[in-house]
């Protein structure tokens, strides 16, 4: 099975960017959707971002025109461009796929998941 390993969290200022990675150990082109999930504590995951093969994503309503997802079937990479941060984004941030999905964003329907990387926003 797939292993995937994120990395570029950090600590920023509210307002910052930071773009997340996700290595994959094996082609993701076989995993039609992948997505960027986050849990806050105390908070159930929820999704963030989502793309599938064909480079079409969906993005949760609290960070679209903020976050984009992007993903590189030939390097084996997931992305997550996050701008503008906020404060409200502070979470450990995950990275999933599946071979197949019918609700993008649902954390249900992903089977493969990263160890997450942590995201902290000051105000």
């Known amino acids: 099975q797939v292993q995937l390993v994120e990395s570029g969290g950090g600590s920023v200022q509210a307002g910052g960017s930071l773009r997340l990675s996700c290595a994959a150990s094996e082609d993701i082109y076989s995993y039609y959707c992948m997505g960027w999930f986050r849990q806050a504590p105390g908070k159930e995951r929820e999704g963030v971002a989502a793309?599938?093969?064909?480079?079409?994503?969906s993005y949760a309503g609290s960070v679209k025109g903020r976050f984009t997802i992007s993903r590189d079937n030939t390097k084996n990479i997931l992305y997550l461009q996050m701008n503008s941060l906020k404060p409200e984004d502070t979470a450990m941030y995950y990275c999933a796929a599946v071979e197949r999905c019918d609700y993008w964003l649902a954390v249900t329907q992903y089977t493969y998941w990263g160890q997450g990387t942590q995201v902290t926003v000051s105000s």
């Open positions: 793309i599938v093969t064909d480079g079409r994503a």
